[in-house]
């Protein structure tokens, strides 16, 4: 009979640097056969141009996110993406009755983190995260900033309190990555860890001191093809 509802995870892309780790969870995520709502800040657009020189429009989202994700082409992969703007609060996922699975912030700026945290809903984004606290659904937010000052430091306290799964974009060097997009992709992969959606974006911890290393040499990466 009818088709199987869809429920996707929405992607919050705020605008810190580290845009790599949006693109690299969108992609692992569909990889993964899921289904993506994406929102991008206003303040997104400066960095994902800043990052890529992309820059992204709300009228060509679909060609911008291919061009951002390298999937351009007839079959872009991008069908089971679902876009909204930052300014539509009457966008499907700012309803908790909308099917989401769950949210994924990635980057979050100090700005996003401290909006979740008291609730402002400033942007859709915000709303959105706000939601998913109220439903009880899964909230990451991946933070990334350096230093941290003691109100961000408050913040995050706040959001871990609310449930949320505090994620710090701080790349981990012992599953052997070595170049930028390893390391970017450790971030990624240990954000789909925080909801159990399942990838090959690191090699994992296997209680053997530089086995990681040696398996990244000899094996010639963990990834999919065409990645
Ligand atoms: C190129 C660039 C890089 C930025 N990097 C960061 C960052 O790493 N972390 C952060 O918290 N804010 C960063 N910002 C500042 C945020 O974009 C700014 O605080 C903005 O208001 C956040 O809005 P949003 O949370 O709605 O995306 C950066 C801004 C620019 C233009």
Redesign the pocket.
């Known amino acids: 009979m009818g088709t199987a509802k869809r429920q996707p995870w929405v992607v919050g892309?705020?605008?810190?640097?580290?845009t790599p780790y949006a693109a690299s969870v969108i992609r692992a995520l569909l990889a993964a056969g899921e289904a993506v709502d994406l929102i991008v800040?206003?303040?997104?657009r400066?960095?994902i141009l800043?990052?890529t020189g992309i820059s992204f429009r709300d009228a060509h989202w679909r060609a911008d996110l291919a061009a951002w994700l390298g999937t351009e082409g007839p079959d872009d992969g991008l069908d089971g993406v679902r876009y909204w703007p930052?300014g539509d609060f009457a966008a499907g996922p700012s309803s908790g009755s909308y099917p989401a699975k769950g949210m994924l912030v990635v980057?979050?700026?100090?700005?996003?983190?401290a909006?979740i945290a008291l609730g402002l809903s400033?942007?859709l984004?915000?709303r959105v995260a706000s939601v998913t606290l109220k439903e009880r659904r899964p909230l990451v937010v991946c933070?990334?900033?350096?230093p941290l000052n003691g109100v961000?430091l408050k913040h995050l306290v706040e959001l871990d309190a609310q449930g949320a799964v505090v994620l710090p974009a701080s790349p981990g060097f012992y599953a052997g990555g070595s170049t930028a997009r390893e390391l970017v992709d450790f971030v990624a992969g240990r954000v789909l860890d925080a909801v159990d959606v399942p990838h090959s974006l690191y090699l994992r911890w296997e209680g053997e001191l530089g086995a990681a290393a040696r398996r990244a040499d000899g094996s010639g990466g963990v990834r999919p093809e065409g990645e």
């Open positions: 892309v705020s605008g810190a640097s580290g800040s206003r303040a997104a400066l960095t800043d990052e930052a980057p979050a700026t100090t700005g996003a983190v909006g400033k942007d984004l915000q933070v990334r900033e350096t961000t």
